[in-house]
């Protein structure tokens, strides 16, 4: 059996080393000459946010998944119509990729989310600051990931620029939620509709990008199961098959609320690669061929990841490799990007230890030891 | 950096994800289109036991290692002499291919291995026989593994038929020991001279070919310690960087014998890619990269490995993945070789586990249920 990823970066790199293990065939499809996911299995070189070349995917594979949720939506119909399988469904990638409508859906559910309302204009803004007061969250409705669909509305004066920076992709606001920390679930389900998760992590970023993840989250058992009930509501709801990433706000009044599902791995799930008996990416190959999900538990009490961001633009050279391999417990992968940037991600650190502390500081030294 | 690795084959395959998670490039030499490495990695076309492929080798890669101890050592020798980083080094791979000449270096330190000598015709075994009496193993000097070297001397009329069958690959003869269990230590050198060692295993073989490996081995602290610390003095003996396979034999009478020592990453290590923090594979490429070794402790109490040997002739079509799959724990490898055959080594399962009874039960439950 072949399967056929969507997107040629770091996800689906992580994902073909699962395939392949399994005895999958691959094919990804991306534009990138030399792609991390292209190093490791056949590529299509095409656009996956364009038509044609997805549907050029589907002469090559039995079951065709993506790696970010830009896939073409009509392309992936029209190959499951041709009987070729896919997963997550395009019904359920339609439904989480507008985020708008994918917080209808959540919200209709009855799964608390952030207050919300549409935004058609400058007004729509207005009335929200009247009826929730400021800081609002201007959200981009499509084609949002790591920050870059989100601007903050603090006062009347930042409404038009905020409205500009995320002009032609829809918009919606949310209240601004004060947390007291972002929680993440990653969760599998399968085929027959069996779901699986894995424990709370506790995700933290800079410059809204995700830098370190904390395997389980330190919170209370309440909000631990809170969190893990309502991720498994979360894809009863969306109903699609595979790994999905649901990111969560903890409040300080102890709720939990759903802030955004991502029909695909995800970073926040990473660390499961040597942190759980299986990984996100293997659980994401295994629901997507029909195999039965794997044990989501923990191998060690603690993981910690930490992503490898660029700190300069030019062609990548990772240094200090052997300071923080000498650190115990530390794993280190590099995606084999040719080039860096400011804040691309460049690679991941896991630390696995006896507790978060260990964990944490060992993953922290490793990190700092790293250029790239 | 460059790794370039002599052979194609699934030891090769495991190597490279590990290398270039960690940023290197990678080149496989070999003549299987389509190999279980060069699935991978680039590969070069050519045969690792012939001169000139491996010198060519040379122009690809910045560290030169093998999976297979055949590769041509004058090769070796010669691109060392051009300033490439060779290891294990073309002397320590010297010393150990010749399999006699491994047992002399071993005995000559002092580290105990089973009575053994020279054989250059009947005679010599005929005094042998004398000397250690009955059942005698002849063994093949070079080119041996998974008991293709071997040849079980029962009475005098065996001695013939044994001759012949390892034929024109130099002898030699051992006393048969016999063992209450094969042991097994993977251990490791960096380039600076640190050894580190895996914990002991048990390997339990099925017509001379590993098929089961029990980690850690359930035997007693001082059989445990006495293992470790020959696996020390063999890698202290050997002088190579890289990992070393250092197979044993348990005695009834609690003594610890070092059958055979492989200067490569080996089937008795598979285990740890789940089993332990760091697996034989990166170890390897930390210590051919001059990297500082990892830690060797078990994730969980209990690994255990089965080889998914081929039991049919024709091309590979691995069955029963949902079935083994559905067990908790258990990861399955398939190394994507076309065609199967009675025999051989098409894949691997690892089930880890709170005991060693836990895992073995679902890894034989697993193996059951795959064909290929």
Chains 1, 2 share one sequence.
Not at 103 to 128: C, H, M, N, T, W
Not at 184 to 192: L, S, T
Not at 204 to 214: F, G, K, L, S
Not at 344 to 354: L, S
Request: proline content about 5%; aromatic content about 4%; overall charge negative.
């Amino acid at each position: 059996m072949t399967i056929g990823i969507a997107g040629d970066g770091q996800l689906g790199r992580m994902m073909i080393t699962a395939a392949k293990e399994l005895g999958f065939d691959v094919v990804v499809l991306g534009t990138t000459e030399n792609s991390p996911a292209g190093q490791y299995a056949r590529q299509v070189m095409g656009d996956f946010r364009a038509e044609a070349p997805v549907l050029g995917l589907g002469d090559h594979a039995d079951v065709i998944t993506f790696e970010i949720e830009d896939a073409h939506a009509g392309a992936l119909i029209a190959l499951r119509e041709k009987g070729i399988e896919v997963h997550p469904s395009p019904e359920t990638l339609h439904n989480i990729k507008d985020k708008f409508r994918q917080k209808q859906l959540l919200a209709g559910a009855g799964i608390p989310v952030a207050a919300y309302r549409s935004v058609e204009s400058s007004d729509d803004l207005i009335s929200a600051a009247q009826e929730y007061g400021y800081p609002l969250v201007l959200k981009a409705r499509l084609g949002s990931y790591d920050g870059r669909g989100n601007a903050a509305i603090k006062r009347a004066d930042d409404i038009e620029p905020a409205l500009d920076k995320l002009a032609g992709r829809g918009w919606y606001v949310e209240q601004h939620v004060p947390f007291v920390r972002e929680l993440a679930v990653v969760a599998a389900r399968d085929r027959k509709g069996n779901v699986a998760t894995y424990p709370v992590v506790e995700t933290r970023h800079v410059r809204h990008i995700c830098d370190t993840v904390i395997a389980p989250a330190q919170v209370d058992g309440i909000t631990a199961r809170k969190a893990n009930d309502l991720a498994v509501k979360v894809l009863d709801t969306l109903q699609g098959v595979g790994v999905f990433g649901i990111e969560m706000f903890e409040t300080p009044d102890g709720q939990v609320l759903i802030n955004e599902v991502a029909p695909r791995v995800h970073n926040s799930g990473h660390w499961t690669i040597e942190g759980a008996v299986t990984s996100q990416f293997e659980q994401h190959i295994r629901a997507v061929t029909g195999l039965p999900l794997g044990s989501t538990d923990l191998v060690k009490p603690a993981a910690v990841m930490i992503n490898i961001l660029g700190d300069r633009n030019g062609p990548a050279e990772p240094t200090g490799l052997h300071e923080a391999l000498a650190i115990p417990g530390v794993s280190v992968h590099i995606y084999g990007k040719a080039d860096t940037k400011v804040d691309r991600k460049m690679g991941h650190i896991t630390a696995i230890g006896d507790t978060v502390d260990e964990a944490l500081a060992n993953a922290k030294r490793a990190r700092q030891a790293i250029t790239i």
